[in-house]
């Protein structure tokens, strides 16, 4: 799901998400992640995003975007929010989220 | 290398750097990240680190700084300066690096 930004120059916003996955329905789970992937790149001031997950099943995912508008809009999309319920009830055992403003690069 | 961020309440920094590892020398390439991770814990600033690298080589790291001069202290480390010559050298294939305000989260 890593989709190199088309980033303008600073300043933009960027969306820090790490999360460690439980063992919990990793069919449902990816089908989830790809369809969440494909609606982000639909929403307007989506720039791109970079993810890995390494063998233990702890995942990073930066998304980048326009600015803060495009970001909370991602937020309470409905499918997005049915996602984010879901992750916190089956598939996230612990996650952080942070907005972080890119100044340099 | 993740270390859940002892981090305060926004603002503070991070550093977003993702990479495509080469096939080469695999036994360098993580003696030298052990060794930076140690350093990097030891510089004045530093909040903690989340890090993950998928099983195609693609990696994410990012870094969480009390402040922009704690990230140029880091940036500019001798030992670390070796670390990301022999990065652009030989053990990535490409990457990208931004400096981003944590506003949230």
Known sequence: MTE??????PPYYSVIFANQRTTKDQAGYEAMADR????????????GADTARDAEGFGITVSYWRDLE???????????L????????????TFSLRVAKVERG
């Open 36 to 47: 969440m992937f494909q609606l982000a790149q639909q929403q307007p001031g989506y720039l």
């Open 4 to 9: 190199p930004c088309t980033c303008p120059g």
């Open 82 to 93: 049915e996602a984010q319920q879901l992750g916190r009830e089956k598939w996230y055992e």
């Open 70 to 80: 495009a970001i909370e809009n991602w937020r309470i999309n409905s499918e997005h």
